[in-house]
């Protein structure tokens, strides 16, 4: 599985938007981004996935660069129960376990 | 709209003893998954079953076992406690296999051994 990288914390504003960076270089063609978000010791919680165009849902939106090497996850309107630790998983197609790294633990002020 | 359920919710056992930690799917999901968390760590996948048949395996030990029963839910069955076991224990589950289907986490069992 292609590796990702995330900053290890951040800090936003409540009511701004976040904008959550993660890195995969390495990522293979028949790779998904995939997003999760781990509320203090409650069970992860999917946000969002793509595999190359950029996605949006009713939580978030995800956006994938042209090569594929990066994305951010975008929390349009961040509030209080936002702060969590998010994962950026990269999944192989069929691949049944999600691989949890260092996510980034996102602290939203009032 | 109905969650993964797991029981225990808590679970205090002593070294060397066994526990049982057992998942309920969401209904209509045929594939389970296990993890655990220790603690400041992140998820760690154990192993998943996908129509009764074990699917994947991860980082489990042979002290554990696992399965998935005929109604979808699934019990893993742990032996020998060491301290180093506790942790909190997800079970996941979803409908179908594979990266486009979305894992849906339960609220975990936090087992503690003393």
């Known amino acids: 599985d292609a590796k990702t990288t995330q900053p290890p914390s951040m800090d936003c504003a409540e009511g701004r938007a976040a904008n959550l960076p993660c890195n995969h270089s390495?990522?293979?063609?028949?790779?998904?981004v995939y997003w999760y978000r781990q509320i203090h010791s409650q069970g992860p919680q999917y946000i969002i996935h793509g595999l190359k165009n950029n996605e949006t849902n009713e939580m978030a939106s995800l956006i994938i660069t042209e090569d594929r090497k990066s994305s951010t996850l975008i929390l349009p309107h961040a509030t209080l129960r936002d702060t969590a630790v998010y994962y950026c998983?990269?999944?192989?197609?069929?691949?049944?376990?999600?691989?949890f790294g260092a996510g980034t633990t996102v602290t939203v002020r009032a | 709209a109905a969650g993964v359920i797991q029981s225990p919710r808590h679970l205090i056992k002593e070294k060397r003893e066994t526990a049982t930690l057992k998942c309920y799917p969401i209904?209509?999901?045929?594939?389970v998954y296990w993890y655990q968390q220790g603690p400041g760590q992140d998820p760690q996948f154990l192993i998943s079953?996908?129509?009764?048949?074990?699917?994947d395996k991860g980082s489990i030990p042979d002290r554990f076992s696992a399965q998935q029963f005929s109604d979808y839910h699934s019990e893993l069955n742990m032996s020998s406690l060491e301290l180093g076991d506790s942790a909190l224990y997800f079970c996941a589950s979803s409908y179908g296999t594979g990266v486009i289907n979305e894992q849906y986490f339960g609220p975990g069992t936090r087992l503690t051994v003393t």
């Open positions: 079953f996908y129509e009764k048949m074990q699917s």
């Open positions: 209904p209509r999901h045929d594939t």
């Open positions: 998983i990269v999944r192989v197609v069929r691949d049944y376990k999600l691989s």
């Open positions: 390495t990522i293979s063609g028949n790779e998904y």
